[in-house]
C-alpha cells in the first residue's frame, strides 16, 4: 500500500526526501479536492497532512476516519509547529466513542 502526504512545499518536499508521494496544496479547496482524491485511490493506504491543513477540511477529515478504515488519515505538525488549540488523542475518542476513559 502506497502513503500521501498532503500538505505545504517544505513538507511536501521532506516527505518526498523518504519516498512518500505528495500533493502541494495552498488553500482550503486545493486541500478538499486533493483529499478526495486520495481517499478514492484504491491502493492508497495512509494519507498524512499537516495540522493546520486538516484543521482547514476537518469535516472531510473526520468522516473519513470515523466511516472508514482505509486509508488511515494522519495529521503531523507543520513548519510552524502544533497549534494551541491541537486535539488529543484523548479528545478524539470522546468524540468517536461518546464515552469519557
Avoid: K
Amino acid at each position: 500500500m502506497r502513503a500521501m502526504v498532503i500538505a505545504d512545499e517544505d513538507t511536501v518536499l521532506g516527505f518526498r526526501f523518504a519516498g512518500v508521494e505528495g500533493r502541494v496544496v495552498e488553500s482550503r479547496s486545493e486541500a478538499a479536492r486533493a483529499f478526495e482524491e486520495a481517499v478514492r485511490m484504491p491502493d492508497l493506504g495512509l494519507v498524512i497532512l499537516t495540522e493546520r491543513i486538516a484543521g482547514g477540511i476537518r469535516a472531510a477529515v473526520d468522516r473519513q476516519r470515523f466511516e472508514a478504515s482505509v486509508p488511515l488519515v494522519v495529521e503531523v505538525p507543520g513548519p510552524e509547529g502544533p497549534p494551541e488549540d491541537r486535539r488529543t488523542m484523548l479528545d478524539m475518542i470522546r468524540e468517536a466513542v461518546g464515552v469519557s476513559i
